[in-house]
Protein backbone atom coordinates (compact mmCIF):
# COMPACT_ATOMS: atom_id res chain seq x y z
CA UNK A 1 0.00 0.00 0.00
CA UNK A 2 1.02 3.73 -0.80
CA UNK A 3 2.54 5.47 1.63
CA UNK A 4 -0.12 7.96 0.57
CA UNK A 5 -3.22 5.74 0.86
CA UNK A 6 -1.67 5.05 4.27
CA UNK A 7 -1.73 8.78 5.58
CA UNK A 8 -5.28 8.92 4.02
CA UNK A 9 -6.58 5.95 6.22
CA UNK A 10 -4.81 7.01 9.19
CA UNK A 11 -6.53 10.61 9.25
CA UNK A 12 -9.80 8.58 8.57
CA UNK A 13 -9.17 6.55 11.34
CA UNK A 14 -8.15 9.38 13.72
CA UNK A 15 -10.88 11.68 12.83
CA UNK A 16 -13.61 8.74 13.85
CA UNK A 17 -12.05 8.23 16.77
CA UNK A 18 -12.45 11.72 17.98
CA UNK A 19 -15.64 11.80 17.01
CA UNK A 20 -16.54 8.80 19.05
CA UNK A 21 -14.82 10.37 22.25
CA UNK A 22 -16.55 13.64 21.89
CA UNK A 23 -19.96 11.79 21.26
CA UNK A 24 -19.01 10.14 24.57
CA UNK A 25 -18.09 13.65 26.15
CA UNK A 26 -21.33 14.74 25.25
CA UNK A 27 -23.60 11.75 27.00
CA UNK A 28 -21.55 12.37 29.84
CA UNK A 29 -22.36 16.41 30.03
CA UNK A 30 -26.01 15.91 29.39
CA UNK A 31 -26.21 12.95 32.13
CA UNK A 32 -24.68 15.69 34.21
CA UNK A 33 -26.59 18.80 33.27
CA UNK A 34 -29.72 16.53 33.55
CA UNK A 35 -28.78 15.32 37.13
CA UNK A 36 -30.45 16.99 40.36
CA UNK A 37 -27.95 17.53 42.25
CA UNK A 38 -24.24 16.92 41.80
CA UNK A 39 -21.15 16.69 43.95
CA UNK A 40 -18.98 19.73 44.11
CA UNK A 41 -15.63 18.39 45.09
CA UNK A 42 -13.85 20.35 47.69
CA UNK A 43 -10.60 20.26 49.20
CA UNK A 44 -10.45 19.12 53.44
CA UNK A 45 -8.81 21.16 55.51
CA UNK A 46 -5.32 21.47 55.49
CA UNK A 47 -4.74 20.23 52.11
CA UNK A 48 -4.11 23.69 50.13
CA UNK A 49 -1.80 22.94 47.15
CA UNK A 50 -2.34 19.28 47.36
CA UNK A 51 -3.32 17.68 44.01
CA UNK A 52 -5.75 15.46 45.66
CA UNK A 53 -8.84 16.33 46.13
CA UNK A 54 -11.68 15.12 48.99
CA UNK A 55 -15.53 13.46 47.34
CA UNK A 56 -17.52 14.71 50.23
CA UNK A 57 -18.57 17.86 49.01
CA UNK A 58 -21.38 20.05 48.80
CA UNK A 59 -24.88 18.60 47.48
CA UNK A 60 -25.45 21.70 45.23
CA UNK A 61 -28.81 21.86 43.36
CA UNK A 62 -28.58 21.85 39.31
CA UNK A 63 -31.25 23.05 36.98
CA UNK A 64 -32.20 20.40 34.66
CA UNK A 65 -31.38 21.66 30.89
CA UNK A 66 -34.54 21.03 28.43
CA UNK A 67 -35.22 18.07 26.62
CA UNK A 68 -36.63 16.77 23.72
CA UNK A 69 -38.32 14.26 25.21
CA UNK A 70 -40.53 15.10 27.92
CA UNK A 71 -40.94 12.22 29.76
CA UNK A 72 -37.31 12.47 30.20
CA UNK A 73 -37.39 15.92 31.26
CA UNK A 74 -36.06 16.69 34.86
CA UNK A 75 -39.39 18.55 35.41
CA UNK A 76 -41.36 15.17 35.27
CA UNK A 77 -39.68 14.19 38.11
CA UNK A 78 -41.23 16.63 40.20
CA UNK A 79 -44.66 17.27 41.53
CA UNK A 80 -47.52 17.95 38.58
CA UNK A 81 -49.01 21.37 38.30
CA UNK A 82 -51.74 22.36 40.45
CA UNK A 83 -55.57 21.28 39.67
CA UNK A 84 -57.02 23.66 36.93
CA UNK A 85 -60.90 23.36 37.12
CA UNK A 86 -61.89 22.98 33.03
CA UNK A 87 -63.71 26.16 31.65
CA UNK A 88 -67.12 23.97 30.79
CA UNK A 89 -66.76 22.11 34.53
CA UNK A 90 -70.20 21.96 36.47
CA UNK A 91 -69.93 25.51 38.68
CA UNK A 92 -69.33 24.22 42.76
CA UNK A 93 -72.45 24.73 44.99
CA UNK A 94 -72.15 28.30 46.83
CA UNK A 95 -72.49 27.59 50.73
CA UNK A 96 -75.06 30.37 51.85
CA UNK A 97 -73.97 32.56 54.85
CA UNK A 98 -75.86 31.85 58.24
CA UNK A 99 -78.60 33.63 58.56
CA UNK A 100 -79.27 36.50 61.25
CA UNK A 101 -80.86 34.34 63.50
CA UNK A 102 -77.75 31.83 63.69
CA UNK A 103 -75.59 34.74 64.17
CA UNK A 104 -74.16 34.61 67.59
CA UNK A 105 -76.30 36.88 70.26
CA UNK A 106 -75.11 40.26 71.09
CA UNK A 107 -74.58 40.97 74.74
CA UNK A 108 -76.24 43.84 76.12
CA UNK A 109 -73.79 46.32 77.88
CA UNK A 110 -75.47 47.19 81.59
CA UNK A 111 -73.53 50.53 81.83
CA UNK A 112 -74.14 51.79 77.78
CA UNK A 113 -76.15 54.36 79.50
CA UNK A 114 -73.42 56.11 80.99
CA UNK A 115 -72.71 57.01 77.36
CA UNK A 116 -75.08 60.20 77.65
CA UNK A 117 -73.56 61.64 80.62
CA UNK A 118 -71.07 63.83 81.60
CA UNK A 119 -69.81 62.07 85.23
CA UNK A 120 -68.50 64.40 88.10
CA UNK A 121 -66.37 62.80 91.32
CA UNK A 122 -66.70 64.69 94.59
CA UNK A 123 -64.45 63.53 97.04
CA UNK A 124 -64.59 63.91 100.84
CA UNK A 125 -60.69 64.96 101.84
CA UNK A 126 -61.81 66.13 105.32
CA UNK A 127 -59.85 65.42 108.50
CA UNK A 128 -61.95 62.08 109.26
CA UNK A 129 -60.67 60.70 106.01
CA UNK A 130 -57.34 60.10 106.65
CA UNK A 131 -55.52 56.81 106.92
CA UNK A 132 -57.34 53.41 106.23
CA UNK A 133 -60.66 55.36 105.12
CA UNK A 134 -58.54 57.83 102.46
CA UNK A 135 -57.15 54.32 101.38
CA UNK A 136 -60.73 52.82 101.24
CA UNK A 137 -61.61 55.91 99.16
CA UNK A 138 -58.48 55.67 96.54
CA UNK A 139 -60.11 51.58 96.08
CA UNK A 140 -63.32 52.40 95.76
CA UNK A 141 -62.72 55.25 93.32
CA UNK A 142 -60.53 52.61 91.36
CA UNK A 143 -63.10 50.26 91.51
CA UNK A 144 -65.65 52.26 89.78
CA UNK A 145 -63.16 54.81 87.48
CA UNK A 146 -62.13 52.67 84.60
CA UNK A 147 -66.45 52.03 83.92
CA UNK A 148 -66.80 55.26 84.12
CA UNK A 149 -64.12 56.64 81.71
CA UNK A 150 -65.04 54.12 78.95
CA UNK A 151 -68.28 55.69 78.93
CA UNK A 152 -67.39 59.29 78.66
CA UNK A 153 -65.99 60.37 75.59
CA UNK A 154 -64.57 63.34 76.90
CA UNK A 155 -63.06 61.75 80.23
CA UNK A 156 -64.63 62.40 84.39
CA UNK A 157 -63.97 65.38 86.17
CA UNK A 158 -62.79 65.11 89.89
CA UNK A 159 -63.15 67.71 92.46
CA UNK A 160 -62.43 67.44 96.38
CA UNK A 161 -64.18 69.38 99.30
CA UNK A 162 -60.80 70.98 100.65
CA UNK A 163 -58.73 70.71 97.58
CA UNK A 164 -59.85 73.65 95.11
CA UNK A 165 -57.69 72.08 91.81
CA UNK A 166 -59.91 70.48 89.80
CA UNK A 167 -58.91 67.97 87.55
CA UNK A 168 -61.47 67.61 84.26
CA UNK A 169 -61.92 65.22 81.54
CA UNK A 170 -59.48 62.48 82.91
CA UNK A 171 -59.69 59.54 80.30
CA UNK A 172 -57.11 57.21 82.08
CA UNK A 173 -58.01 55.36 84.83
CA UNK A 174 -54.20 55.11 85.87
CA UNK A 175 -54.04 58.79 85.74
CA UNK A 176 -56.69 58.86 89.40
CA UNK A 177 -54.32 56.85 91.27
CA UNK A 178 -51.29 59.95 90.26
CA UNK A 179 -54.53 62.23 91.49
CA UNK A 180 -54.79 60.83 95.00
CA UNK A 181 -51.03 61.04 95.45
CA UNK A 182 -51.25 64.87 94.97
CA UNK A 183 -53.82 65.57 97.67
CA UNK A 184 -53.62 65.14 101.69
CA UNK A 185 -57.13 65.08 103.73
CA UNK A 186 -57.40 67.39 106.09
CA UNK A 187 -60.38 70.15 107.57
CA UNK A 188 -63.81 69.73 107.71
CA UNK A 189 -66.57 68.35 105.39
CA UNK A 190 -67.85 71.30 103.88
CA UNK A 191 -70.15 69.10 101.42
CA UNK A 192 -73.37 71.10 100.80
CA UNK A 193 -71.09 74.19 100.01
CA UNK A 194 -69.43 72.10 97.26
CA UNK A 195 -72.44 70.77 96.23
CA UNK A 196 -74.00 74.09 95.61
CA UNK A 197 -71.23 75.50 93.19
CA UNK A 198 -71.34 72.40 91.45
CA UNK A 199 -75.08 71.72 90.79
CA UNK A 200 -75.49 75.56 90.73
CA UNK A 201 -73.13 75.81 87.70
CA UNK A 202 -74.69 73.06 85.46
CA UNK A 203 -77.93 74.44 86.15
CA UNK A 204 -77.11 77.76 84.80
CA UNK A 205 -76.02 75.90 81.79
CA UNK A 206 -78.63 73.73 81.54
CA UNK A 207 -81.17 76.55 82.00
CA UNK A 208 -79.51 78.32 79.06
CA UNK A 209 -79.32 75.48 76.42
CA UNK A 210 -81.17 72.54 77.43
CA UNK A 211 -80.83 70.89 73.95
CA UNK A 212 -77.11 70.54 74.67
CA UNK A 213 -76.21 69.79 77.77
CA UNK A 214 -75.63 66.06 78.72
CA UNK A 215 -77.04 64.83 82.13
CA UNK A 216 -74.83 64.83 84.88
CA UNK A 217 -74.20 62.39 86.83
CA UNK A 218 -72.46 62.88 90.08
CA UNK A 219 -71.12 60.56 92.79
CA UNK A 220 -70.09 62.05 96.36
CA UNK A 221 -67.60 59.52 98.15
CA UNK A 222 -67.91 60.30 101.53
CA UNK A 223 -67.29 58.31 104.91
CA UNK A 224 -69.75 60.77 107.55
CA UNK A 225 -72.20 63.65 107.66
CA UNK A 226 -71.26 66.77 106.52
CA UNK A 227 -70.74 69.87 108.99
CA UNK A 228 -72.84 72.07 106.53
CA UNK A 229 -76.52 71.90 104.71
CA UNK A 230 -76.10 69.37 101.78
CA UNK A 231 -79.99 68.92 101.95
CA UNK A 232 -80.93 72.56 100.70
CA UNK A 233 -78.68 72.10 97.17
CA UNK A 234 -80.37 69.04 96.70
CA UNK A 235 -83.67 70.41 96.83
CA UNK A 236 -83.01 73.40 95.13
CA UNK A 237 -81.94 71.39 92.34
CA UNK A 238 -84.44 69.40 92.12
CA UNK A 239 -87.33 72.27 92.38
CA UNK A 240 -85.21 73.78 89.35
CA UNK A 241 -85.52 70.43 86.94
CA UNK A 242 -88.94 70.49 87.65
CA UNK A 243 -89.65 74.27 86.55
CA UNK A 244 -88.03 73.13 83.50
CA UNK A 245 -89.78 70.05 82.60
CA UNK A 246 -86.52 68.07 82.72
CA UNK A 247 -85.50 64.22 81.72
CA UNK A 248 -85.93 62.42 84.76
CA UNK A 249 -82.58 61.35 84.64
CA UNK A 250 -80.78 65.05 83.66
CA UNK A 251 -79.20 65.08 87.15
CA UNK A 252 -78.23 62.66 89.53
CA UNK A 253 -76.55 62.41 92.88
CA UNK A 254 -75.22 59.25 94.33
CA UNK A 255 -73.39 59.09 97.49
CA UNK A 256 -71.10 56.58 97.89
CA UNK A 257 -69.90 56.21 101.88
CA UNK A 258 -67.02 54.43 102.69
CA UNK A 259 -66.46 52.86 106.49
CA UNK A 260 -69.09 52.19 108.95
CA UNK A 261 -70.17 54.90 110.20
CA UNK A 262 -74.04 54.57 111.22
CA UNK A 263 -75.00 58.19 111.96
CA UNK A 264 -73.58 59.06 108.66
CA UNK A 265 -75.80 55.75 106.99
CA UNK A 266 -78.88 57.46 108.94
CA UNK A 267 -78.37 60.71 107.10
CA UNK A 268 -77.23 59.64 103.62
CA UNK A 269 -80.86 57.49 103.66
CA UNK A 270 -82.30 60.93 104.79
CA UNK A 271 -81.24 62.07 101.92
CA UNK A 272 -82.33 59.05 99.31
CA UNK A 273 -86.01 58.91 100.59
CA UNK A 274 -87.06 61.99 102.78
CA UNK A 275 -86.24 64.73 100.62
CA UNK A 276 -89.51 65.36 99.35
CA UNK A 277 -91.26 65.16 102.85
CA UNK A 278 -88.03 67.85 103.75
CA UNK A 279 -89.03 69.89 100.96
CA UNK A 280 -92.31 70.47 102.03
CA UNK A 281 -93.03 69.11 98.32
CA UNK A 282 -94.47 65.66 98.15
CA UNK A 283 -94.14 65.12 94.24
CA UNK A 284 -90.42 66.64 94.05
CA UNK A 285 -88.37 64.53 91.53
CA UNK A 286 -85.66 62.06 93.88
CA UNK A 287 -82.35 62.66 91.95
CA UNK A 288 -80.47 60.84 95.15
CA UNK A 289 -79.30 57.22 95.67
CA UNK A 290 -77.07 55.90 97.97
CA UNK A 291 -74.36 52.87 98.41
CA UNK A 292 -72.18 51.94 101.37
CA UNK A 293 -69.05 50.46 99.89
CA UNK A 294 -69.17 47.35 101.84
CA UNK A 295 -71.94 45.69 103.65
CA UNK A 296 -72.17 44.89 108.03
CA UNK A 297 -69.70 41.92 107.45
CA UNK A 298 -67.21 43.98 105.46
CA UNK A 299 -68.08 42.24 102.15
CA UNK A 300 -67.11 44.23 98.84
CA UNK A 301 -69.24 45.75 95.95
CA UNK A 302 -70.90 43.14 93.57
CA UNK A 303 -71.19 43.36 89.91
CA UNK A 304 -75.04 44.39 91.00
CA UNK A 305 -73.73 47.20 93.87
CA UNK A 306 -70.66 48.80 91.13
CA UNK A 307 -73.87 49.01 88.80
CA UNK A 308 -75.89 50.79 91.29
CA UNK A 309 -73.38 52.89 92.36
CA UNK A 310 -72.73 54.23 88.39
CA UNK A 311 -76.38 54.61 87.98
CA UNK A 312 -78.49 54.13 90.16
CA UNK A 313 -79.37 58.21 90.90
CA UNK A 314 -80.79 58.43 87.00
CA UNK A 315 -81.93 55.01 86.81
CA UNK A 316 -85.21 54.27 89.67
CA UNK A 317 -84.86 50.76 88.51
CA UNK A 318 -81.66 50.28 90.25
CA UNK A 319 -82.14 53.11 92.96
CA UNK A 320 -85.21 50.74 94.12
CA UNK A 321 -82.50 47.81 94.04
CA UNK A 322 -81.08 46.64 97.72
CA UNK A 323 -80.65 43.02 97.52
CA UNK A 324 -77.14 41.48 96.42
CA UNK A 325 -74.84 44.53 96.09
CA UNK A 326 -71.88 42.80 98.10
CA UNK A 327 -70.36 39.37 97.71
Not at 101 to 108: E, I, K, L, N, T
Not at 195 to 200: C, D, F, H, I, Q
Request: include cysteine; charged fraction near 25%; charge should be negative.
Amino acid sequence: MSESRRSIFGSLKSTLSRNKQSAGSNVQQQARSQAKYVVQPTRRPGEQGRSSWCTDGLLIRRTAAPSPNPLNSASSLDAPPAYSEAVNAAPQPVVPAPAPSQAAPVVDDEYAFLDEFDTVFLIDDSGSMAGGLWRQTAEALMTIAPICTAHDADGIDIYFLNNRTAYEHVTNASTIREIFETVSPGGSTPTGRRLNTLLGDYMSKYAADPDNTKPMNLICITDGTPTDDDESPLIKTAKKLDQLDAPAWQVGVQFFQVGSDQEASEHLKVLDDELAEISGKDDLRDIVDTVPFTDANGGRLSANGILKVVLGAVTRRLDRRSQGLHR
